[in-house]
């Protein structure tokens, strides 16, 4: 199975309109968990990360994600998108693989389009 | 503090060349990786490194060697190229991974095999 899954490789929102990005983990411990955003031709920035204290992370330019066990899911949320907004977003896991290392690994990003 | 920093920006190849692509950071960091991104890939880990001297594979090794011999640079080398590299090439740096500390990403580097 899939370590990370981002459902939907482009999303389109009109500017002031929620944003929902999904993401999905997998993993038998409980994992750290990160969004980060890629503007065009730049490496990526940490938006935010979920580290076992509170289930309800905020993070820059309005965004927050919330950890959900139960669903093992860690979707990234905007209340009003911004014309700014429009890059790809990846959502991260850390954890342990077999020999206990723990490593990163990426979903395969969504591209968010804001329509004005 | 530049932060992580990759050399060139961009870069063509023919097949069959050879080439290193630079990585450095001045953060101090432990963790040390390369990945590639590829159009609905998302980011695959190459080769990463948990400190001088220290190297392991990742999930896509094959063609590539690095190597750790400073805490600061971490180069990344294409033995003998091919169009299957070209690709968009990012380092990263960060504290072990293993107490939820996040990545610092270069600028990347666009490589254009033909």
């Known amino acids: 199975a899939q370590s990370v899954t981002q459902l939907g490789s482009h999303v389109s929102v009109s500017e002031g309109a929620l944003v929902l990005l999904r993401c999905n983990y997998s993993?038998?411990?409980?994992?750290?968990l990160f969004w980060y955003v890629q503007y065009p031709n730049q490496g990526l920035q940490l938006l935010l990360k979920y580290t076992s204290a509170a289930t309800l992370v905020k993070g820059i330019n309005g965004f927050e994600a919330e950890f959900k066990k139960s669903e093992t899911s860690f979707h990234l949320t905007k209340p009003s998108a911004h014309m700014r907004d429009a890059a790809e977003y990846f959502c991260?896991?850390?954890?342990?693989?077999?020999?206990?290392?723990?490593?990163?690994?990426f979903g395969t990003g969504t591209r968010l389009k804001v329509l004005a | 503090n530049a932060g992580v920093t990759q050399t060139p920006k961009f870069q063509v190849l023919k097949t069959g060349q050879s080439m290193t692509l630079q990585c450095a950071q001045d953060m101090n960091h432990e963790y040390m990786s390369w990945y590639r991104q590829d159009p609905g890939m998302g980011l695959r880990l190459i080769h990463y490194?948990?400190?001088?001297?220290?190297?392991d594979q990742g999930e896509v090794p094959n063609g590539y060697n690095v190597s750790r011999s400073t805490t600061e640079d971490f180069p990344l080398r294409l033995l003998s190229a091919a169009p299957s590299q070209t690709s968009v090439y990012f380092c990263?740096?960060?504290?072990?991974?293993?107490?939820?500390?996040?990545?610092?990403f270069g600028p990347g580097t666009r490589l254009t095999v033909t």
């Open positions: 490194s948990v400190g001088a001297g220290i190297t």
């Open positions: 993993s038998s411990v409980p994992p750290y």
């Open positions: 990263a740096s960060s504290l072990l991974p293993g107490r939820g500390y996040e990545q610092y």
């Open positions: 991260a896991v850390s954890k342990p693989d077999l020999s206990g290392t723990y490593k990163y690994i």
